[in-house]
């Protein structure tokens, strides 16, 4: 028999081979004592949830099935009443089936279950996790399934029965009657279904064997123990308690414990998941594929980086001119024999004799930079550096940096007062000049930029993660002083390059979607700038220039789009772009044509294009293309637009199979950001096609907070106005569910960072409203992120607790103080990292430890706390095989919380 035969009897017969139903009408038999031991042990082998999953992997002629059966109306004495819910997991129309069974004792070693059809079955998809599903049904508003019966007698270890020859009728596929089988053990169900014609012959059904569906074993979930302490904090006259303060100190050996017990019972529950080594599995076969970044033209060489497809690290190569052989130039695979070592950043000099490149351990903000004379590693070794790049200027670089926090502190303490040096290659550390400080502003951090003529040095001064001022000097006259260009804090500046004694400035001010000017800054009035690009409808994302021209980079409805500009701002024309998208890396110099960039999208690999300006009529070359055995055309993304709780339109980008039918049920993640200006562009995750394959809809909203529309967008999501950010993530959820992508119990949400403080407040808000959290590095509490390592710079975006004002509403959200104990939290799954110095873990490990305190349901609420990474994009310096270990858990957690299962 076919798979398509096979998939329509399982559609409409499969129950009755499970049902064990009678032929019985409605009625009390003789001896359907429910204290009957031997009819108390079938029912409970019956209850449970089943799964044929392990038989469909070895045998595809088999369909995965999952079976929940669930005891309802417990207080009758008339036997055993079970919901049933049949699901297909590979069948896109409908795949579930509900069903009500009766089980009764005939006489004290015979069995039997009448099989009853539910009202409007649909609505019952999921009922089993819901207590009250039934209050309004009883037996008479069932229909009895006539016709169809297996009676049960306990032989040796199993009860073992079967239907009645020919008076189980059926009309499936020109079937008169059906026959059906089932063996039930302590830890597994059998069941053979068959139809057949007038003429006795077989039409359908089993013909290898019967379906075997394995038994999950719950897992019993005893969290850790962690002791409450009786700290309580005056807040303004608020007194709040902070009963896991003591978690807040990493190198203390109680932390130490609980973390090492919260990990190994996460691993106990990934480990009971039947399917997460083939999730693994599959996401390395997935990975195998060459990896490239755009080039970078230095000198006489390109430089461009490349994995090969599952290395930790990838390469950065070197080669001569476009078509020359490329060689390895610096591999970061070779820092470290456990990958712990990452590269960071690098920088050369303006002739690409010198490169500069950071370098940090186990995922640390904190590097060390190393410097490369022509390929070959210098003595050079620079500490204390933070958020720092490098500006070169003749033959050295200015660089930030700051002191070096206590011993043992060095990923908790916070971080101030960042000074601005000049190092001379060949010269110690000690012997760098101070080029800039403000003491009188410990708070403030500091960048530097040179010209590509190094003729200007730049300082960036910003008191935050938003709004900074500038300051220049001629480099010849930088121990001179510096003189102030913008010296408020009230928009963002950033000087792209000069042109001549001006200064090309990419701002925001008096232009939320941000324009292009021209300062001079011995003149810098902002009366006197002048405008090279005006602020448009659509955002000033970024600014490049190339050839004398200006390359813009534009956000239009949250979709890259490439505009050349003269230097005058004259339109010249645009950059031709694949298909709806992003470009997440551009490469270019002044003085030469080509440039190169790197576009993507939600179903497109990212691809690296090549661009001649000079040359009008040349289309875009495809320099290197990802190469993915995955369908991509058999799946669609689309853009739709939802209405928040205020009224404000919200965009959002959902992801899945062109045959996925809007019925309700599909098994769908949300993710959102919502902060400090960033973006969500259509970006490709590779890491996501286990779930597209697996029926999933991924769904990326592009709430208030980011910059999708420029910096009134942003402000829309800060300070007092956070409560539009998980507004708008919350309506993303309903909207998913209205309008028929999914329901509650098929939802699953996460974000990171910022997107984890967002996920952590929208739990305690809204928990019904999803399935599966997983909030990622999150800033959980609301009220001390200011006090570690660098956290007052977010004090800008958030506001801080010490502010009477600010405390209310960051008191109101704030996901450690706000979980509740009478609410029904989603599986919850907190990821962190040890060695994460800028989101610091006693935020998820004061979070998880106060939600397993105050949750008593039924859904696990458990933390994963990686040792070797730290809090970056995807966890700064974690290897590939330590990111796919971590998404073969992330994965199986979400797989078995929705029900779903891997291809």
């Known amino acids: 028999m076919n798979k398509h035969n096979l998939q329509t009897l399982l559609l409409f017969t499969f129950l009755i081979a499970i049902t064990f139903s009678c032929k019985n009408t409605k009625k009390t038999q003789t001896n359907n004592n429910r204290y009957n031991p031997e009819l108390a042990e079938l029912v409970d082998r019956m209850t449970g949830s089943f799964n044929s999953y392990r038989q469909s992997i070895d045998d595809p002629s088999y369909y995965n099935i999952t079976l929940e059966m669930h005891q309802i109306w417990e207080d009758r004495n008339d036997g055993y ?77 199993a009860f073992v029965g079967q239907t009645k020859e020919k008076e ?116 390395k076969e997935l990975w195998q594929f060459p990896k490239y970044s755009t080039l970078e033209e230095k000198g006489k060489y390109f430089y461009f980086f490349k994995n090969d497809g599952l290395q930790n690290h990838s390469v950065m190569y070197e080669q001569k001119g476009l078509n020359a052989r490329p060689k390895v130039f610096l591999d970061p695979n070779e820092f470290s024999d456990d990958g ?22 186990g995922g640390s903000d904190w590097r060390e930079f190393y410097v490369l004379k022509n390929g070959k590693k210098q003595r050079d070794i620079l500490k204390g550096i933070k958020f720092a790049g490098a500006a070169w200027y003749k033959d050295g670089f200015f660089y930030s940096r700051y002191e070096q926090p206590e011993e043992g502190k060095e990923l908790s303490a916070k971080n101030e007062l960042q000074r601005i040096y000049y190092h001379e290659l060949g010269e110690s550390q000690e012997q760098d000049q101070l080029v800039f400080e403000e003491t009188r502003f410990p708070k403030r951090n500091h960048s530097a930029k040179t010209t590509s003529d190094e ?40 000087v792209i390059d000069n042109i001549g004694d001006d200064l090309l400035v990419h701002t925001d001010r008096d232009a939320p979607n941000w324009k292009l000017v021209l300062i001079n800054p011995n003149r810098p009035k902002e009366k006197r700038w002048e405008t090279v690009i005006a602020e448009s409808e659509n955002v000033l994302n970024d600014v490049w220039l190339a050839d004398d021209k200006i390359v813009a980079h534009y956000l239009e409805d949250v979709k890259s789009k490439l505009v050349v500009y003269s230097l005058k701002g004259e339109k010249l024309g645009e950059i031709p772009l694949p298909s709806v998208g992003m470009v997440k890396e551009f490469s270019s110099n002044r003085d030469s044509d080509v440039v190169f960039y790197k576009f993507e999208s939600f ?30 055309e058999d799946y669609e993304t689309k853009q739709v637009f939802y209405t928040s709780k205020d009224g404000t339109k919200i965009p959002m980008f959902i992801t899945h199979h062109k045959d996925t039918e809007l019925d309700g049920h599909n098994p769908t993640l949300l993710y959102a950001y919502g902060g400090f200006n960033v973006v969500r562009e259509p970006e490709f995750k590779i890491e996501n096609l286990p779930f597209y394959e697996a029926g999933g809809v991924y769904a990326v909203a592009n709430i208030r907070g980011g910059a999708e529309y420029g910096e009134d967008w942003h402000k ?10 998980f507004d708008d993530f919350i309506a993303a959820a309903e909207y998913l569910i209205d309008k028929g992508y999914t329901n509650s119990e098929k939802l699953a949400v996460t974000g990171r960072s910022n997107g984890g403080l967002l996920i952590g407040a929208v739990m305690n808000q809204r928990p019904e409203l999803f399935k599966v959290a997983m909030p990622v590095v999150g800033v959980m509490d609301m009220l001390r992120y200011q006090k570690f390592t660098i956290g007052w710079a977010w004090v800008g975006e958030y506001g801080s607790s010490d502010d009477k004002r600010q405390f209310d509403f960051l008191r109101a959200y704030s996901p450690y103080h706000n979980i509740r104990y009478n609410a029904n939290y989603p599986s919850t799954l907190v990821l962190t990292a040890e060695r994460d110095d800028r989101v610091v873990p006693a935020h998820s490990h004061k ?24 809090h970056g994009a995807g966890g700064s310096g974690k290897t590939v095989t330590n990111y796919i270990e971590e998404y073969a858990d992330r994965w199986a957690f979400l797989f078995w919380e929705l029900g779903m299962f891997p291809k």
């Open 716 to 725: 829309a999501g800060m300070l007092n106005k956070k409560q539009n950010v």
């Open 847 to 870: 979070f998880t430890a106060e939600l397993q305190h105050a949750y008593k349901g039924e859904n696990p609420i458990l933390t994963r706390i990686d040792a070797a990474s730290g």
């Open 340 to 361: 712990l070592l990452s590269l960071t950043n690098h920088s050369f000099s303006k002739d690409g004799k010198y490169m500069v490149y950071g370098v940090s351990k």
């Open 81 to 157: 009443w079970l919901y049933v819910e049949q699901a297909v997991a590979s069948m896109k129309h409908k795949p579930y089936r509900q069903r009500v069974y009766h089980v009764t004792a005939l006489n004290p070693r015979t069995f039997s279950s009448e099989v009853y059809k539910l009202p409007n079955e649909k609505r019952f998809i999921g009922a089993y996790k819901q207590k009250n599903a039934f209050l309004t049904l009883t037996p008479d508003s069932l229909e009895l399934r006539d016709g169809c019966a297996i009676v049960l007698r306990k032989e040796m270890d």
């Open 455 to 494: 003729n200007y040095l730049i300082i960036n001064a910003s008191e935050g993660t938003d709004y900074n001022a500038l300051y220049f000097a001629k480099t010849k006259k930088w121990d001179k002083g510096f003189e102030p260009i913008v010296e408020d804090f009230t928009s963002n500046n950033y």
């Open 603 to 632: 179903l497109m690999p990212p691809t690296v294009y090549q661009y001649n300006l000079a040359d009008e009529t040349q289309v875009a070359k495809a320099l290197y293309k990802s190469d993915i055995d995955f369908p991509f």
């Open 168 to 283: 189980c009728g059926s009309t499936l596929r020109g079937a008169t009657y059906a026959t059906s089988k089932v063996n039930i053990y302590k830890d597994r169900l059998e069941s053979w279904d068959q139809g057949f014609n007038d003429q006795d012959s077989q039409v359908w059904g089993a013909v290898k064997g019967p379906y075997i569906f394995d038994k999950m074993e719950k897992i019993e979930l005893k969290y850790p123990k962690a002791k409450r302490e009786d700290v309580v904090d005056n807040y303004h006259g608020e007194k709040i308690k902070d009963p896991y303060r003591w978690l807040e100190d990493e190198n203390s050996e109680e932390t130490k414990d609980w973390v090492k017990a919260q990990n190994k019972l996460t691993r106990e529950y990934m480990n009971n998941v039947p399917f997460r080594q083939r999730i693994e599995g599959r996401l």
